[in-house]
T-cell receptor
């Protein structure tokens, strides 16, 4: 079945450590996205990529980094520079045609100890 | 920049009744796409319904329908015959190019 996988489901990190969240899709979508979800704030865009080896900052990119070396994969690194990284992270993908919706992964809950 | 506003943080409905969730958006574009997503307690985002701005007819998917008022920039979701499984967060979203803009969500409780 086609879809988006995110791993791990739960992740714990000590302060000062970098951590990488995985996102893989087999939908053959060109565009991929990372969102952060906090209570009462909806989904906020961290980074997005429309094509391999290219990506753009979203509204809250500070303290995060991404890579897009393969069409299927869009990993997100949460660096120690991110001041408040505890949140729920959602990865999504879509076709570039404008009538298509985003498909979402199951999410990763990151907790900083 | 496009903004999407959901003014109802929480709503409740009796089972089998009808409820309407509100969404307004701000844009200067004439052609765009709007979506409603459902996020149940599992937190998996699921597409409920989509609407193309150039279409006058309101979209319908089984018990879910929208009231799209382009001039008013309003895109409300109506859920008929509410079921316990409809309890979730609902997000309104606007697509502009390859960017999606989301509202802050409405938490729907279904009362048995």
């Amino acid at each position: 079945d086609g879809g988006i996988t995110q791993s791990p489901k739960y992740l714990f990190r000590k302060e000062g450590q970098n951590v990488t969240l995985s996102c893989e899709q087999n939908l053959n979508h060109d565009a991929m996205y990372w969102y952060r979800q906090d209570p009462g704030q909806g989904l906020r865009l961290i980074y997005y990529s429309q094509i391999v080896n290219d990506f753009q900052k979203g509204d809250i990119a500070e303290g995060y980094s991404v890579s897009r070396e393969k069409k299927e994969s869009f990993p997100l690194t949460v660096t120690s520079a991110q001041k408040n990284p505890t949140a729920f992270y959602l990865c999504a993908s879509s076709r570039v045609t404008t009538y298509n919706e985003q498909f979402f992964g199951p999410g990763t809950r990151l907790t900083v100890l | 920049a496009q903004t999407v506003t959901q003014s109802q943080p929480e709503m409740s409905v009796q089972e089998a009744e009808t409820v309407t969730l509100s969404c307004t958006y701000d844009t200067s574009e004439s052609d765009y796409y709007l979506f409603w997503y459902k996020q149940p307690p599992s937190r998996q985002m699921i597409l409920v319904i989509r609407q193309e701005a150039y279409k006058q007819q309101n979209a319908t998917e089984n018990r879910f329908s929208v009231n799209f008022q382009k001039a008013a920039k309003s895109f409300s979701l109506k859920i008929s015959d509410s079921q316990l499984g409809d309890a979730a967060m609902y997000f309104c979203a606007y697509r502009s190019g390859n960017q999606f803009y989301f509202g802050t969500g409405t938490s729907l409780t279904v009362i048995p």
